[in-house]
């Protein structure tokens, strides 16, 4: 009941598409739901987060859709850059307490 | 956001040794916690640092085997004991900041032979 899957694994889209990652939780306690941006060698950087009273969160290219009846939540990247070659990973936690359980992590590739 | 430094950033250690990584954070929080992510793989969780009192463990991660230190609100230390070659990961640390926010730091790659 802690996990959280994600889908797909890997990704490759090109120049200029939509890039879409997808992530299902079971606990209903979760609330708060942020994805992470991980370039080799480096921490993962918060991309963005949501909270279960909103549906959609958008800030610049990414955004968030939280569907809380089906328990998940997506990543679209909208004209996806070469720059955004990267493993992003979406996770869930409790957040008083901000124990977070990650998802399995998609290897993004975006061609030129 | 916070600013947070590792040290150190990667090391090469031989089996049966320990190894002490430092995080530092450049305002005080409450909430530190320590992750490992093997090769090619997510974050799990090893442990809460705790300012004043013991670390609380994930399962599966036990004191003895990584001790925590976590003197004040802007460092912690997280020791791999009697390392063997399946230690070899990255090892992070993370803050939680109000809201829920968490930042993690750079990462320290430990390589075992």
């Known amino acids: 009941q802690q996990q959280v899957k994600q889908s797909p694994q890997s990704l490759i889209v090109q120049k200029g598409g939509i890039s879409i990652i997808n992530c299902a939780y079971e606990?209903?306690?979760?609330?708060?739901f942020p994805w992470y941006q991980q370039f080799p060698g480096k921490g993962p950087a918060l991309l963005i987060a949501?909270?279960?009273?909103?549906s959609e969160k958008k800030e610049g290219r990414f955004t968030i859709s939280f569907n809380k009846s089906a328990k998940q939540f997506s990543l679209h990247i909208m004209d996806s850059q070469p720059g955004d070659s990267a493993t992003y990973f979406c996770?869930?936690?409790?957040?008083?307490?901000?124990?977070?359980?990650f998802g399995q992590g998609t290897e993004l590739s975006v061609k030129p | 956001s916070a600013v947070i430094s590792q040290k150190p950033s990667r090391d090469i250690c031989q089996r049966g040794t320990s190894l002490t990584i430092q995080c530092q954070v450049d305002s005080q929080v409450t909430m530190m916690f320590w992750y490992r992510q093997q090769p090619g793989q997510s974050l799990t969780l090893i442990a809460t640092?705790?300012?004043?009192?013991?670390?609380?463990?994930e399962s599966g991660f036990v004191i003895d085997k990584f001790p925590i230190s976590r003197p004040n609100l802007t460092f912690s230390t997280l020791t791999v004991s009697n390392m063997s070659p399946e230690d070899s990961s990255i090892y992070l640390c993370?803050?939680?900041?109000?809201?829920?926010?968490?930042?993690f730091g750079p990462g320290t790659r430990l390589l075992v032979l």
């Open positions: 993370s803050v939680e900041l109000p809201f829920g926010a968490q930042y």
């Open positions: 640092a705790n300012q004043g009192s013991e670390a609380t463990y």
């Open positions: 949501i909270r279960p009273d909103v």
């Open positions: 606990n209903t306690a979760f609330d708060y």
């Open positions: 996770a869930a936690s409790i957040s008083q307490g901000g124990k977070l359980i």
